[in-house]
């Protein structure tokens, strides 16, 4: 098992639509949580922090669910600027224990 | 404020060869991770450094090695280059170690071409 798992996609779906991608983890020490967006031969770029009470940012609604050990991704009245591929971030440990890990990602594509 | 920078962008090297990458954080940053991102896969974490020291290594060999100098720029080093190694190389720097919840930022990339 992947120590992080992402459904690959891709995902296509119409202009104002709304999106929602989830993202398991195995490791229950894990700390921190973020979401980030690649454009095509692109470099990542921060999407938004996970909190423990979720958190929002715009059309964009975070979730994390340590229970369950998934964290999600809402995105509201989807444009076509927002499709990309779609990376979960999850890090665990602490000093020479660190390790980062990156979910393979979920494409995503907004038609008109 | 200029991003993170690295250098060079692309790069042909052929098997057996060794590869030096190089890394420019974001002024005030004291933490480099280095990546590698195979097409169609999620970035692989290599190495963390925070104030000079290394803080996290992933799964890779030790063919690959890194440092980070007193400016906090790093340096990534492969020998003995595989044509597996061919990939895109990324490094990202944070304010602090990323467990501690603060988020890393990606510079362009290297891309090793490995014939």
């Known amino acids: 098992r992947k120590e992080v798992e992402q459904d690959p996609g891709p995902f296509n779906v119409p202009e104002g639509a709304t999106v929602a991608f989830n993202c398991t983890y195995s490791?229950?020490?894990?700390?921190?949580f973020f979401w980030y967006r690649q454009d095509c031969r692109k470099e990542p770029k921060l999407l938004m922090s996970?909190?423990?009470s979720g958190n929002e940012d715009g059309r964009f609604t975070a979730q994390l669910n340590r229970a369950s050990q998934y964290i999600s991704l809402l995105i509201r009245d989807s444009k076509l600027s927002d499709s990309a591929t779609y990376l979960c971030?999850?890090?665990?440990?602490?000093?020479?224990?660190?390790?980062?890990?990156f979910g393979s990602g979920t494409r995503l594509s907004i038609r008109p | 404020d200029a991003g993170v920078t690295q250098s060079p962008t692309h790069l042909i090297k052929t098997r057996g060869q060794q590869v030096t990458l190089r890394c420019s954080p974001i002024?005030?940053?004291?933490?480099v991770s280095w990546y590698q991102q195979v097409l169609g896969q999620g970035p692989q974490f290599i190495f963390q450094?925070?104030?000079?020291?290394?803080?996290g290594r992933g799964n890779f060999p030790d063919r690959f090695s890194a440092r980070q100098f007193p400016n906090y720029s790093s340096e990534l080093n492969v020998n003995a280059l595989l044509l597996g190694d061919s990939a895109l190389y990324l490094c990202?720097?944070?304010?602090?170690?990323?467990?501690?919840?603060?988020?890393?930022?990606f510079g362009p990339g290297t891309r090793l071409t490995v014939t």
């Open positions: 450094y925070y104030e000079k020291e290394e803080r």
């Open positions: 996970v909190y423990s």
């Open positions: 490791n229950s020490a894990s700390q921190s």
């Open positions: 002024s005030g940053h004291k933490s």
């Open positions: 971030v999850v890090s665990s440990g602490y000093s020479s224990a660190s390790k980062i890990i």
């Open positions: 990202a720097s944070s304010f602090v170690v990323v467990e501690l919840s603060y988020e890393q930022y």
